[in-house]
């Protein structure tokens, strides 16, 4: 009791188990948009500055168009299954399960799924800070 006066806190504060520093998120907690008929789901809870990861599911046929950041923002992107198709600096870049490209987020970039199937990818975004 003492302790706990010390401390200016309850009593059952000091006996109590300590509380847990994990927090559980179902996919339906994470932010998600649609972009026509492509989806896409934020992979982190909390927002880091300067940093953004996506997963994107493509169905079969479909493409979306990015949207260019920062200038020096640079983009990873990895291919889980299916194919995916980037264009970026007019190059096309055919991706299958397990490919990587990195290309400059400041310039004009879409993704596009040439299968037949649902294709799965996953975007980093390392953005460069904004001057000034």
């Keep these: 009791m003492r302790l706990a006066s ?3 806190v309850l009593i059952e504060e000091l006996v109590a188990p300590p509380r847990a520093t994990v ?7 994470l932010p998600q948009r649609q972009r026509g008929s492509v989806n896409v789901r934020k992979l982190l809870p909390d927002p880091i500055r300067g940093l953004d990861i996506e997963r994107v599911e493509i169905p079969a046929g ?5 949207i260019p950041h920062t ?3 640079r983009e990873y992107l ?3 299954s299916g194919d995916l198709e980037l264009t970026a600096g007019g190059e096309r870049y055919e991706l299958a399960a397990g490919d990587v490209v990195v290309f400059r ?3 004009r970039h879409s993704y596009h799924n040439p299968g037949s ?3 799965v990818g996953y975007s980093v975004v390392i953005l460069a ?3 000034g």
């Design 6 to 8: 010390a401390l200016q």
């Design 23 to 29: 927090r559980h998120f179902s996919p339906e907690d």
């Design 62 to 66: 479909a493409h979306f168009v990015g």
């Design 71 to 73: 200038r020096g923002t």
């Design 78 to 80: 990895t291919c889980e």
């Design 105 to 107: 987020g400041d310039q």
């Design 117 to 119: 199937g649902v294709a």
């Design 129 to 131: 800070p904004i001057p």
